[in-house]
């Protein structure tokens, strides 16, 4: 079945999620379009940053404790950008490299989209626009070729419906989650939290050169003033 009406708990937040598509389909889905992904891209291998970007990745996903298989890319591309789909399939454009200035920064993006996969931020978006258009009812719906709508509803729902011509942006509620797990992954793997903030702050000063990745995010003040009071509790559950 592709649909399966099911709670969840996000990780960390322990917020209740109502998910109508299966594990199995999501992966599946999310294999499909990550290879398309990179057909569709140049990714860069062999380069100090890409694998710095592969370093980094290992290290947020061990704490991540997913069985997942990983998978980290560097693309080029000068949008400041980076997204993972189920599985744990990461692509980080390398436009995003002019503002995360260190490794600490650069963990603060990858944790943060590494945050959307393991809450499965975009299955609950799909399943709300699914359920919005009556379709949770449908079942036996085989993948791809027979329900290409489905496929790229799922595109959109994890980042890459620019590429579509669509946006189906996380809401602001699962941008401020991301924000929260993946404070708690780099606090995990050992990450300077305090570098999440001058990258957000970064990305506030270039806002009209990051406008791709800020327009389905936050205002900036906000989500800076929230990822500081995260960092603080953190600190007093030491």
């Not at 380069?47 to 998978?71: L, P």
């Not at 997204?83 to 603060?108: H, M, R, S, W």
């Not at 939290?193 to 702050?201: D, G, P, Q, R």
Request: charged letters at 20%; a positive charge.
């Amino acid at each position: 079945m592709f649909f399966i009406a099911c709670t969840n708990k996000a990780p960390y937040t322990n917020r209740n999620q109502m998910i109508l598509i299966s594990t199995e389909s999501e992966l599946a889905l999310g294999e499909e379009s990550y290879k398309k992904a990179l057909k569709e891209s140049k990714v860069i291998t062999n380069s100090k940053d890409a694998k710095r970007v592969a370093e980094i990745g290992k290290k947020i996903a061990k704490v991540a404790n997913k069985n997942y298989k990983w998978e980290f890319n560097l693309v080029e591309n000068k949008a400041k950008n980076a997204f993972c789909l189920p599985g744990g399939k990461v692509v980080v454009y390398t436009g995003i490299l002019e503002v995360a200035k260190n490794d600490d920064q650069l963990a603060t993006v990858i944790s943060h989209e590494i945050a959307h996969a393991l809450a499965r931020h975009g299955a609950e978006r799909v399943s709300a626009s699914m359920l919005s258009q009556g379709l949770q009812a449908i079942g036996n719906i085989a993948l791809n070729s027979q329900a290409p709508q489905y496929s790229q509803a799922f595109n959109i729902a994890y980042g890459l419906g620019a590429q579509y011509g669509v946006l189906m942006p996380y809401g602001r509620m699962q941008e401020s989650e991301a924000d929260e797990i993946g404070i708690y992954l780099m606090y995990k793997a050992g990450y300077n939290l305090s570098e999440a903030i001058k990258f957000w702050e970064n990305m506030s000063e270039g806002k009209k050169e990051s406008i791709e990745f800020l327009s389905t995010h936050p205002n900036s003040t906000s989500r800076i003033n929230n990822i500081k009071n995260i960092i603080n509790k953190i600190q007093k559950s030491k």
